[in-house]
């Protein structure tokens, strides 16, 4: 048996993909990484604007084929009676709708939950928007930024002395897919059992606000409002960053008394561990700032490959901060293939993030970048699953239904 013939965890699972960017699509892609059947669907008159996304190269967006590599791509116009009535044909044997437009949409389209599950009982609609399907905020536009925004991410996020920042990567979208997808699991697992579906709503804010650690007892509990720390955490040290002699930073977490004893010998300077001032948890974080001092003067005497070979030695974690150049080098990612080359009919082999997390008997698998043609799977959807007849598909290509 060939490795694209091996059977993935969830073959046989249909999903119905609508929506644009990102966090519905990245909840679609992680079902596809695992065998899911997910069909892309995308008005015949307007691309997902994701096709575009990110650096360019030879007008293709660098993206687009990471967020929609093993998906099939089918175009549909919704918003018109035709539309809706194919899309509930594709509802009669799917397993998963995913959708993250503003809440009310599918209903507008008269695509409510409450008439699609009639048509399937079984169908489970993950519903990801800025707010969720609830709340007197429901109606409101909300992209991840803004979620990030009101889940209480930005404002912990860069140092004391500026304004609000930013993470990198659109974290607020993602940690939403990530949620939703946990929903969409748990919910095709309860089905075994009461063969019903249901929805899976999924707001951006929550997903941030879920991951915010203790900010709200700290508040309410002991009156502490966490703070924008730069690169430390508040209460936990030491952990930060710290310099080499040749300029490069490292960051090195040694917070628990077993590993800032290992920390300490590893320095040199086994003492600082008997020292009152760092001898216990709350001790480091009371005198974080001269225990920063203290070791960064230490490091600023090694070249960082040094520094981290005795780091590693003594079980202290820590570790360079990377670059996409440095992520390329490093033998680690190499080893648990997290950089897999796939084809592109366009640009060739194509580098993209490898499959999260490794199962040991199942494994993802990564079959295809994402279809560069829109409609690229029409005949074989239409023609083929909803055994459309030829005149069908034109008429319904003639009236720019797909």
């Not at 060939?2 to 999903?15: N, Q, T």
């Not at 489970?124 to 905020?137: D, E, W």
């Not at 999924?202 to 203790?214: D, H, R």
């Not at 008997?274 to 070249?303: C, F, G, Q, V």
Request: glycine share 10%; aromatic share 8%.
């Amino acid at each position: 048996m060939s490795k694209e013939d091996e059977k993935l965890p969830l073959d046989g699972v249909r999903v119905l993909e609508l929506g644009t960017l990102l966090a519905g699509p990245f909840s679609g892609r992680l079902l596809a990484d695992f065998g899911a059947e997910v069909i892309k669907i995308e008005p015949p008159d307007k691309a997902d604007p994701m096709r575009q996304w990110g650096k360019q190269k030879d007008d293709h967006g660098l993206w687009w084929p990471i967020q929609s590599r093993n998906k099939k791509s089918i175009t549909l116009n919704l918003r018109i009676e035709e539309g809706q009535k194919v899309f509930k044909d594709l509802v009669k044997d799917a397993d998963i709708i995913i959708e993250n437009f503003r809440p009310g949409t599918m209903e507008k389209w008269s695509l409510s939950y409450e008439t699609l599950s009639e048509i399937n009982p079984g169908i489970i609609m993950m519903r990801t928007s800025g707010y969720g399907q609830t709340g007197p905020y429901k109606s409101r536009a909300g992209f991840g930024s803004v979620g990030e925004a009101m889940g209480g991410l930005r404002y912990v996020t860069g140092f004391p002395d500026r304004a609000p920042s930013r993470i990198g990567i659109s974290i607020g979208d993602t940690l939403a897919a990530l949620f939703a997808t946990i929903g969409c699991l748990t919910a095709l697992h309860e089905r075994v059992n009461s063969g019903k579906g249901q929805v899976v709503d999924t707001a951006i804010y929550e997903s941030v606000f879920s991951v915010m650690e203790s900010i709200i007892p700290d508040y309410l509990l002991a009156g502490y409002v966490r703070e924008r720390m730069g690169n430390i955490l508040p209460g936990v040290a030491p952990s930060n960053i710290y310099i080499s002699m040749d300029g490069t930073y490292i960051v090195i977490g040694a917070n628990s008394d077993g590993v800032f004893k290992r920390l300490c010998e590893a320095m040199g300077q086994p003492e600082l561990f008997d020292n009152p001032k760092y001898s216990n948890h709350h001790a480091r974080s009371d005198n974080m700032t001269e225990l920063d001092n203290l070791i960064e003067e230490w490091t600023k005497t090694l070249h960082s490959r040094e520094l981290l070979e005795v780091l590693g030695e003594k079980g202290v974690p820590s570790g360079p901060i990377y670059s996409a150049k440095d992520i390329l080098e490093d033998p680690q990612y190499e080893a648990r293939d997290m950089i897999v080359k796939v084809d592109h009919p366009e640009l060739g082999e194509f580098p993209m993030p490898g499959i999260v997390p490794k199962l040991s008997r199942t494994p993802g698998q990564i079959k295809h970048a994402g279809p560069e043609k829109m409609g690229k799977h029409n005949e074989e959807i239409y023609g083929g699953m909803l055994g459309y007849s030829d005149e069908y598909i034109r008429e319904l290509k003639e009236k720019k239904v797909i």
